[in-house]
């Protein structure tokens, strides 16, 4: 079985939208916490 190859634009469509699910997800997760009243920290690593 081959595998398909994504190349310029296509790519970057792709990229971005999976970029956008990852951010509503965090976004949706970060609602659902702060309506709940969890505490809760999130770390960026430099």
Excluded: C, H, Q
Aim: zero cysteines.
């Amino acid at each position: 079985m081959e595998g398909i190859t994504m190349t310029g634009e296509a790519l970057w469509s792709r990229m971005e939208r999976a970029l956008e699910k990852a951010n509503e997800r965090l976004r949706k997760t970060v609602r659902i916490l702060e309506d709940a009243k969890v505490p809760y920290n999130f770390r960026v690593f430099a």
